[in-house]
């Protein structure tokens, strides 16, 4: 048909969803959710928890839109936001009404490049494995919580049943046989997409071009930028608004981030104290 766009409505899934080289090497692999193409089914959510076998987090009506879960926690690997916001017709309305839209978002554990998680966990029951992602082991895990206040997304929960944090694990199990996570997979318009970390950037960033492109100037890249106060997110999202109006912070930083000038001001002011004292004893004896 004559004046038909060839641009498609989305950017090409074709990836290579295998992680290993063909040596037989790891790939560096990772999430990129296009909220653009997310249509709320919460397949993602059911996949996870069946493959997981994670617990049911409540069939509670929040009175936030069509979600029921609230938030990521310890039985909520995946959350699929609704955000509902009233914006201007495009076209002309004569009554002068407003327009509603909702933006439908997949979240899920940012497996940050530099992980405050891993810095505080006493038994090393988290841990980074050899595809980059940060894993819960849970049969080391001694349900201190230290984790818990470290990430600054709110991502890593205690379970109440047994005291241990849960959190994804980017399905390890999968990536072991080369085979893709749940979530991705069931997702029916490829909004989760997974793949090597770098295919995965130059695909988001295609995409953000082509939104701009049509007009949608608000579409953003959330946590792909290697130099932000995590070292970047091995799960990163492209989002149609600012990311506070999704309940993710503007500019996450590593909670230890000062762990080491801390640690040094504590000890300086320690030696302080100890050689204040023995100078007071060297002048009483005296």
């Given at each position: 048909m004559s004046g038909t766009s060839t641009t498609p409505t989305i950017v090409s899934h074709d990836m290579d969803t295998r992680s290993h080289h063909p040596d037989g090497t790891p790939k560096h692999m990772g999430f990129f959710t296009d909220t653009s193409i997310c249509i709320g089914c919460k397949a993602c959510e059911v996949a996870c928890k069946e493959w997981n076998q994670v617990p049911e987090d409540g069939l509670n009506w929040t009175g936030e839109s069509y979600d029921n879960t609230s938030s990521l926690g310890a039985n909520t690997w995946r959350h699929v936001a609704f955000v509902e916001q009233t914006r201007p017709l495009q076209a002309a309305d004569p009554q002068g009404n407003d327009g509603l839209r909702w933006l439908m978002a997949s979240d899920v554990c940012k497996h940050c490049a530099h992980a405050a998680c891993l810095d505080v966990c006493p038994t090393g029951a988290l841990?980074?494995?050899?595809?980059?992602?940060?894993?819960?082991?849970?049969?080391?895990?001694?349900?201190?919580?230290?984790?818990?206040?470290?990430?600054?997304?709110?991502?890593?929960?205690?379970?109440?049943?047994?005291?241990?944090?849960?959190?994804?694990?980017?399905?390890?199990?999968?990536?072991?046989?080369?085979?893709?996570?749940?979530?991705?997979?069931?997702?029916?318009?490829?909004?989760?997409?997974?793949?090597?970390?770098?295919?995965?950037?130059?695909?988001?960033?295609?995409?953000?071009?082509?939104?701009?492109?049509?007009?949608?100037?608000?579409?953003?890249?959330?946590?792909?930028?290697?130099?932000?106060?995590?070292?970047?997110?091995?799960?990163?999202?492209?989002?149609?608004?600012?990311?506070?109006?999704?309940?993710?912070?503007?500019?996450?930083?590593?909670?230890?981030?000062?762990?080491?000038?801390?640690?040094?001001?504590?000890?300086?002011?320690?030696?302080?104290?100890?050689?204040?004292?023995?100078?007071?004893?060297?002048?009483?004896?005296?």
């Amino acid at each position: 048909m004559s004046g038909t766009s060839t641009t498609p409505t989305i950017v090409s899934h074709d990836m290579d969803t295998r992680s290993h080289h063909p040596d037989g090497t790891p790939k560096h692999m990772g999430f990129f959710t296009d909220t653009s193409i997310c249509i709320g089914c919460k397949a993602c959510e059911v996949a996870c928890k069946e493959w997981n076998q994670v617990p049911e987090d409540g069939l509670n009506w929040t009175g936030e839109s069509y979600d029921n879960t609230s938030s990521l926690g310890a039985n909520t690997w995946r959350h699929v936001a609704f955000v509902e916001q009233t914006r201007p017709l495009q076209a002309a309305d004569p009554q002068g009404n407003d327009g509603l839209r909702w933006l439908m978002a997949s979240d899920v554990c940012k497996h940050c490049a530099h992980a405050a998680c891993l810095d505080v966990c006493p038994t090393g029951a988290l841990t980074r494995t050899e595809f980059g992602t940060v894993v819960v082991q849970s049969d080391v895990c001694n349900g201190c919580g230290y984790c818990v206040p470290a990430c600054p997304f709110g991502v890593i929960d205690k379970r109440e049943e047994d005291g241990r944090v849960w959190k994804c694990t980017l399905c390890y199990d999968r990536l072991r046989g080369d085979m893709e996570p749940a979530c991705a997979q069931a997702c029916p318009t490829k909004s989760i997409q997974f793949g090597e970390i770098g295919e995965l950037m130059r695909l988001a960033s295609e995409r953000v071009e082509t939104l701009h492109a049509r007009g949608v100037a608000q579409a953003q890249l959330y946590g792909h930028d290697r130099d932000n106060g995590v070292g970047g997110f091995g799960a990163f999202f492209l989002l149609l608004d600012e990311p506070e109006v999704y309940g993710l912070p503007p500019d996450p930083v590593v909670t230890t981030r000062d762990l080491g000038r801390m640690w040094g001001v504590a000890a300086a002011a320690a030696l302080s104290m100890v050689a204040g004292l023995g100078a007071a004893m060297l002048r009483h004896r005296s």
